[in-house]
């Protein structure tokens, strides 16, 4: 008769808490999955090879970020860039008409 009464204690206790066992259960899923479900490491979504052209479309960063460059740096790829462009003309006969 002792016996029987410490088991339907227990079972008492169990029915009081079963709400709060059943909320733990699916705090503990919920975290589970979603810990499964975010991705460990990001995966960079191109393959290229060092040397190689780029074999997609054009690659644009998310961001802007400056190239430090020293007065001098700057003024040595203008002239460089002045020195190898080529000029064109264009000749337009209906200017010279009118003149």
Do not use: C, H
Not at 43 to 70: M, N, V
């Amino acid at each position: 008769m002792k016996l029987l009464f410490k088991m339907k204690d227990k079972l008492n206790i169990f029915f009081k808490l079963q709400s709060q066992i059943y909320r733990f259960i699916l705090f503990f899923l919920s975290v589970t999955l979603i810990v499964y479900i975010i991705p460990k490491k990001g995966k960079f979504q191109y393959e290229f090879d060092e040397g190689k052209p780029w074999k997609y479309e054009t690659l644009i960063a998310p961001f802007d970020f400056s190239i430090l460059k020293t007065k001098s740096e700057l003024e040595a790829e203008k002239s460089e860039i002045i020195k190898n462009s080529k000029k064109y003309f264009f000749k337009s006969n209906t200017i010279s008409d009118s003149i």
